[in-house]
């Protein structure tokens, strides 16, 4: 029975060829650096499914952001747990991220041809850090507020287009309900809709050409 | 396979993956859920005696106005209602008192008790309810609720919430 509907489904939609492409494609030879992207993507999904279910208590509006972070620490049950994850796996995200990149540096594997992972990867670590950046502010506490000012201003001394840069990052001259509410709107929907799209980008130009081997003492 | 008691390095990394993700996936699924379904399981009790003073301080025969107001909290939320009624001592028994709420049956708006023509009258549709509660005229479909009283030392007390006229 089990195997008539797989095989039903099988036909339709191609599990086994999905495998093969996915999971049983060839590698070069182990090395634990190698892991580091599938650990940024496993990260991106935990803050993906942490952060949905902060949204359950989390009110963006400056009378409430603050409480709701309480309850959810003091009074949820495991709230503390979904919040703890999110905020560390925050701060691991950046950091496994970096050092993905950092590996890719050091072992050369940005070269032809896979230039384009490299550009799309650097553009996801850009948004990573906005990830960062948006999801500061969101506690509404002094720290928060604060490092979102000075972050903001230093938008602002771009030359030229600085002011407009501060003003449209605050969503107006000051760090006020607009800004927090913008920067929820971008922490929760723009930024990760970007990052989603472009990690199946980078994951399907790292399927097409395969994981680069590192080079050896002839390269 | 040489014997059936060796297992292979993939069916090995198999069960492993597979354990490994069962552990996670309950270590993570039980808190998930607890934490979605927390508020459905923290209900609390909005019952409670409200101490309105010294009986003394109400007269006999003639209703006096009373309030309170009682703070709800949902989440980080905090409401803050007022409530009010009369008190109606019939005699000098302690258990001779009518608590009745101030709230229209008709659309909750505040009754006030009009000492002429002896009776409650709503401000808003010219409810009409007779000092015991009972509707005399206008569109309420039913009498004043009232509060369950009872005196502790000398102190009244009334049981919030009010409830309907013919229960309790």
């Known amino acids: ?219 | 396979m040489a014997s059936s008691h060796r297992i292979s390095r993939r069916d090995f990394v198999k069960a492993v993956t597979a354990t490994l993700s069962g552990v996670m996936g309950i270590a993570m699924g039980i808190p998930i859920i607890s934490y979605l379904i927390d508020p459905a399981l923290n209900v609390q009790s909005s019952e409670a005696w409200i101490p309105l003073g010294p009986l003394d301080g109400y007269p006999i025969g003639t209703p006096t106005a009373f309030s309170f107001t009682r703070s709800n909290i949902n989440g980080w939320e905090k409401t803050v209602n007022s409530y009010g009624g009369f008190i109606l001592r019939k005699s000098e028994s302690e258990s001779d008192i009518l608590a009745l709420s101030n709230r229209c049956t008709h659309l909750s708006c505040s009754v006030n008790w009009n000492e002429e023509r002896e009776e409650y009258v709503c401000p808003c549709h010219d409810a009409q309810f007779d000092i015991e509660g009972e509707v005399n005229a206008g569109p309420p479909p039913h009498a004043l609720d009232h509060f369950e009283t009872k005196v502790e030392e000398g102190t009244l007390s009334v049981k919030f919430p009010a409830v309907l006229a013919h229960e309790g």
């Open chain 1, 1 to 219: 029975m089990m195997k008539n509907i797989y095989a039903w489904l099988d036909e339709r939609l191609g599990f086994d060829d999905m495998y093969k492409m996915l999971l049983d494609r060839p590698e070069p030879h182990g090395n634990w650096w190698n892991t580091l992207g599938s650990a940024s993507l496993f990260l991106f999904i935990m803050q993906g499914v942490t952060g949905i279910f902060l949204t359950v208590y989390y009110a963006p509006t400056p009378d409430h952001a603050y409480d709701s972070i309480q309850y959810i620490m003091n009074d949820v049950a495991f709230g503390w747990l979904i919040r703890g994850m999110h905020h560390w796996g925050a701060s691991l995200m950046v950091f496994v991220v970096f050092i993905h990149m950092l590996r890719t540096f050091f072992s050369a594997s940005y070269k032809y041809p896979r230039e384009l992972t490299w550009m799309v990867g650097s553009v996801l670590f850009l948004l990573t850090l906005g990830m960062g950046f948006t999801g500061y502010l969101l506690p509404f506490n002094q720290r928060a507020y604060w490092a979102t000012v000075v972050a903001t201003n230093i938008g602002g001394v771009v030359p030229g287009i600085g002011p407009f840069i501060l003003r449209a990052l605050r969503g107006g001259t000051d760090v006020s309900a607009l800004t927090l509410s913008r920067f929820f709107s971008a922490h929760i929907w723009m930024l990760p809709a970007a990052l989603a799209g472009l990690i199946g980008l980078h994951l399907y130009l790292i399927m097409r050409h395969g994981e680069s081997a590192y080079p050896d003492q002839d390269d």
